[in-house]
C-alpha cells in the first residue's frame, strides 16, 4: 500500500467533506506533505474544531462508502468549464497552460447496484497518485489536527486562505506513535520554551522574523560559536570580518542576483547607489582570497566567519527560530586544489561529526545533487557538474556510509552533503553541509601558481557546522527540552539558603563557584524554599545546592541535579570539583 497515494486520496476527500459542508467554499490545493497532507480554502471565516470533528465524520463515511478514485486527462476549455466557479482552480488551469503541463481531472465515483451507471461524487484537477478505491485506506489511521492561514501561492498579496492540516498512516498504532511524539513536540516547542527560559524575544517594534537575544540566550549562541571555532582552529581555518551590505555587482558576478534578487533586501544610497544587504558570504570571502596571488605552497587557504546573513522571507513563512529573516550563519570556506578537496571535505566531515555527537544526534547523509533535466537552474558547465558530484560519492563511499542521492537539491552553484540529525523524539532535521563549488572559482578567476609557475584553477568548499545559529538553537531546545548540558547552561548553579540567617554562607558559596568559573546565580529567601526549588526546575537549572546551618558546620551544599534529584551533602571544593570536571567533559 502507498502511503503517498492515501494521502493524496484523503486531502481529496476532505475537500468534498468541506464542500458538503460549505458548497460555496473555494478550492486552493491539497499536496502530501510529511506525514500527512493539507488542504487550502476560501471561506468567510475560520474552521473551528467542531468542523474538524465533522469533516472527519463525513471523511470516514467516503471511506466506507467505497468509492471509486478514477483520473482522466481533459482538455484546457473542458477544465476552464468544469471549474468556472473555482477562481483558484481556473487560475492554475492558465499557469499549467503556460508551463506546457498536462491537465487532468480525479473524481470521487459512487456506483449505483453494481451497474454502469455512476454518479460524479466530487471531482478535483490532479494528475494522479491515488488509492483506486477508498476501502482501500484504513479510516481509523488519520487525523485533522489543526488549521492555519495561508496566503495563496505563499504571496501576501494574495487572498488569504484556510489552511486545513491532516496526518495519515497505514495503521492507527502508528497515528497513535506520530499523535504522541507531537504531543511531546507541543511541549518542547522552542518557541514555547525559549521565552519561558529567557533565551530570546520577538518584538512587534522590531518586526517578525527578527528575534531579540537575552543575555543567556547570546551566552548559549556564543558558546556553541566558540564550541564550533575550536574545531576549526585545531584545522588550521583563521578568521575573517565581512561587512553586512554590499554593492549589487559583487552579486550579480556571482549569480546571486539573478538567483535571489527578489528574496534580498535593498538598500539605496544618497548617490542612488543600490546595495543588498547581504544574503550569503561566500562572495566576500572570495574577495579576501582575490586580494593577492597565492603559491600552492599558501594553499588551502580557511576562512571561517560567523555574521548574519538577511533575507526578506514572507510574512506567512517565518516561525520561531526556524524561518527567520536574521539568519547566523557560522560560515567558513575552504580555497584548496583539486587533489586537496578529500582531504579538507573529511576534515569539515570530523568536526559535523563530533558537534553533534556532543548533544546526543544520530546523523544520516544524503548527496544533494543537480536535477540534469533542469539546466537552466545551475550555474557553469555539467563537465564541472560530474566531476564534483563524483568527487563527493567517492568521499561519501571512503567514509562507508549510505548516502541516498537527492536530484534537484543541490545549490545553483554546486552539490552538496546534507546532513540530517534524528532527534531524542525521532523527529530528523537537514543541519551542517559541506558544499563543493566549482564555478564561482571560475566566475571570478580564482588561482593558485603551480609548480610549473603557471596559474591553476582552484576549487572552493562551503561549509556551515550548525548552519544556521538560530535554526540550531530551535533543533537543540526541542531535542532537550530546554534541559541543556552543564557546560552550555546559561545559570549551571542556584544557590538557595534555608532562611536568611544563611545569607552570607549562600553568598560565600557563591562567590567561590564564580571564582572556579562556573556561572550562578543566589536566589534570595523572599518564598519558601520548595517555591525556589520548583523555579529552578521550570527554568531547568542543572544543579540546586541548598544551605543551611548543618552544612555551614560542614563547609558543604548539599547537592540536587535537575534530572537525578538528591545527590547528598558533599564539601564546597568536592563540588566545584565535580562540577567543573562534568564542564569539561561537554557531557549530555
Given at each position: ?7 493524496h ?8 467533506a468541506?464542500?458538503k459542508?460549505y458548497?460555496?467554499a ?6 502530501t506533505?510529511?506525514?500527512g ?8 471565516h475560520?474552521?473551528?474544531p467542531?468542523d474538524l470533528k465533522?469533516?472527519?465524520a463525513e ?7 467505497g468509492l471509486k478514485m478514477e483520473?482522466?486527462?481533459?482538455t484546457?476549455?473542458k477544465?476552464k ?9 481556473l487560475e492554475?488551469?492558465?499557469?499549467f497552460i503556460?508551463e506546457k ?8 465515483i459512487s456506483s ?5 451507471k455512476?454518479?460524479?461524487y466530487?471531482?478535483d484537477?490532479?494528475r494522479g ?6 476501502n ?6 488519520f487525523?485533522?489536527?489543526h488549521?492555519?492561514?495561508?496566503y495563496?501561492k505563499g ?7 484556510q489552511?486545513i492540516?491532516?496526518v ?5 498504532d502508528?497515528?497513535?506513535n ?9 511541549k518542547?516547542?522552542?518557541k ?13 517594534l522590531v ?5 531579540l537575544?537575552?543575555?543567556?540566550g547570546t ?6 560559536d566558540?564550541?564550533?571555532f575550536e ?7 583563521v578568521?575573517v570580518d565581512?561587512?553586512h ?6 552579486y550579480?558576478?556571482s549569480?546571486?542576483?539573478d538567483k ?6 535593498k538598500?539605496?544610497?544618497?548617490e542612488g547607489?543600490?546595495?543588498a544587504?547581504k544574503p ?8 579576501i582570497y ?7 605552497r599558501e594553499l588551502p587557504?580557511r576562512?571561517?566567519s560567523t555574521?548574519k546573513?538577511?533575507?526578506d522571507?514572507q510574512s506567512g ?6 524561518r527567520?529573516?536574521?539568519?547566523t ?7 584548496c586544489?583539486?587533489?586537496?578537496i578529500?582531504?579538507?571535505?573529511s576534515k569539515?566531515?570530523?568536526?559535523i ?8 544526534f ?8 543537480r ?5 537552466k537552474?545551475?550555474?557553469g558547465?555539467?563537465?564541472?557538474w ?5 568527487t ?5 563511499k571512503s567514509?562507508?556510509?549510505d548516502a541516498p542521492?537527492?536530484?534537484g537539491?543541490?545549490?545553483f552553484?554546486?552539490p552538496k ?5 534524528k ?8 543541519v551542517?553541509?559541506?558544499?563543493l563549488d566549482m564555478?564561482?572559482p571560475?566566475r571570478?578567476d580564482?588561482?593558485?601558481i603551480?609548480e610549473d609557475?603557471k596559474?591553476e ?5 562551503h561549509?556551515a557546522i550548525?548552519?544556521?545559529i538560530e535554526?540550531?538553537m530551535?533543533?537543540?531546545i526541542?531535542?532537550?527540552a530546554?534541559i541543556f ?7 549551571q ?8 540567617k ?18 550562578a546565580?543566589l ?8 517555591k525556589r526549588?520548583?523555579e ?6 542543572p544543579y540546586v545546592?541548598?544551605v ?8 558543604s ?11 547528598g551533602?558533599?564539601?564546597i571544593?568536592?563540588?566545584i ?6 564542564i569539561?567533559?561537554?557531557?549530555m
Amino acid at each position: 500500500m502507498n502511503i503517498e497515494h492515501i494521502r493524496h486520496s484523503l486531502a481529496h476527500l476532505l475537500a468534498a467533506a468541506v464542500l458538503k459542508k460549505y458548497p460555496k467554499a473555494k478550492l486552493g490545493i491539497g499536496p502530501t506533505i510529511e506525514n500527512g497532507f493539507y488542504y487550502d480554502f476560501e471561506v468567510p471565516h475560520g474552521f473551528s474544531p467542531d468542523d474538524l470533528k465533522e469533516f472527519e465524520a463525513e471523511m470516514r463515511h467516503q471511506i466506507k462508502e467505497g468509492l471509486k478514485m478514477e483520473g482522466e486527462k481533459i482538455t484546457p476549455a473542458k477544465a476552464k468549464i468544469f471549474f468556472k466557479n473555482q477562481p483558484f482552480k481556473l487560475e492554475l488551469i492558465k499557469d499549467f497552460i503556460k508551463e506546457k503541463k498536462d491537465l487532468s481531472i480525479y473524481s470521487l465515483i459512487s456506483s449505483i447496484n453494481s451497474s454502469l451507471k455512476t454518479i460524479n461524487y466530487f471531482s478535483d484537477l490532479c494528475r494522479g497518485g491515488h488509492v483506486d478505491n477508498t476501502n482501500e485506506i484504513n479510516p481509523e489511521a488519520f487525523k485533522l489536527t489543526h488549521t492555519a492561514g495561508a496566503y495563496w501561492k505563499g504571496d501576501e498579496k494574495q487572498p488569504q486562505l484556510q489552511r486545513i492540516y491532516g496526518v495519515a498512516f497505514s495503521d492507527k498504532d502508528e497515528l497513535n506513535n506520530y499523535l504522541k511524539m507531537r504531543e511531546e513536540a507541543l511541549k518542547r516547542d522552542h518557541k514555547k520554551l525559549g521565552p519561558e527560559l529567557d533565551l530570546f524575544i520577538f518584538s512587534p517594534l522590531v518586526g517578525p522574523g527578527l528575534p531579540l537575544w537575552t543575555p543567556r540566550g547570546t551566552l548559549m549562541r556564543d558558546l556553541l560559536d566558540s564550541f564550533v571555532f575550536e574545531l576549526r582552529n585545531e584545522r588550521g581555518y583563521v578568521r575573517v570580518d565581512i561587512p553586512h551590505i554590499t554593492k549589487k555587482e559583487l552579486y550579480e558576478k556571482s549569480g546571486h542576483w539573478d538567483k535571489f534578487k527578489d528574496e534580498l533586501f535593498k538598500v539605496k544610497s544618497r548617490e542612488g547607489h543600490e546595495f543588498a544587504m547581504k544574503p550569503m558570504n561566500c562572495p566576500h570571502h572570495i574577495q579576501i582570497y582575490a586580494r593577492k596571488q597565492w603559491s600552492y605552497r599558501e594553499l588551502p587557504q580557511r576562512y571561517a566567519s560567523t555574521t548574519k546573513v538577511y533575507r526578506d522571507e514572507q510574512s506567512g513563512e517565518i516561525g520561531g527560530l526556524s524561518r527567520v529573516r536574521a539568519i547566523t550563519q557560522d560560515d567558513a570556506h575552504v580555497f584548496c586544489r583539486k587533489s586537496q578537496i578529500s582531504e579538507e571535505m573529511s576534515k569539515i566531515w570530523d568536526m559535523i561529526e563530533i558537534f553533534y555527537k556532543t548533544f546526543g544526534f544520530e546523523l544520516s547523509v544524503r548527496l544533494s545533487l543537480r536535477n540534469p533535466k533542469e539546466p537552466k537552474k545551475y550555474l557553469g558547465t555539467p563537465a564541472h557538474w560530474d566531476e564534483s558530484e563524483e568527487t563527493l560519492r567517492k568521499l561519501a563511499k571512503s567514509r562507508k556510509v549510505d548516502a541516498p542521492e537527492a536530484l534537484g537539491e543541490a545549490a545553483f552553484y554546486g552539490p552538496k552533503i546534507d546532513f540530517i540529525a534524528k532527534d531524542s523524539i525521532g523527529r530528523k532535521w537537514q543541519v551542517a553541509t559541506i558544499q563543493l563549488d566549482m564555478n564561482q572559482p571560475e566566475r571570478f578567476d580564482l588561482t593558485c601558481i603551480s609548480e610549473d609557475g603557471k596559474p591553476e584553477r582552484i576549487v572552493m568548499i562551503h561549509a556551515a557546522i550548525m548552519g544556521s545559529i538560530e535554526r540550531f538553537m530551535a533543533v537543540l531546545i526541542e531535542h532537550t527540552a530546554g534541559i541543556f548540558p552543564l557546560w552550555l547552561a546559561p545559570v549551571q548553579a542556584q544557590v538557595l539558603a534555608i532562611s536568611d540567617k544563611q545569607i552570607n554562607y549562600a553568598t560565600k558559596v557563591l562567590n567561590e563557584l564564580l571564582s572556579a568559573g562556573i556561572r550562578a546565580e543566589l536566589t534570595q529567601s523572599n518564598i519558601t524554599l520548595g517555591k525556589r526549588i520548583r523555579e529552578a526546575q521550570i527554568q531547568k537549572i542543572p544543579y540546586v545546592l541548598v544551605v543551611g546551618d548543618k552544612e555551614i558546620q560542614t563547609n558543604s551544599v548539599a547537592v540536587r541535579n535537575h534530572k537525578r534529584g538528591d545527590e547528598g551533602t558533599m564539601p564546597i571544593k568536592e563540588c566545584i570539583k565535580k562540577l567543573q570536571e562534568e564542564i569539561a567533559k561537554k557531557e549530555m
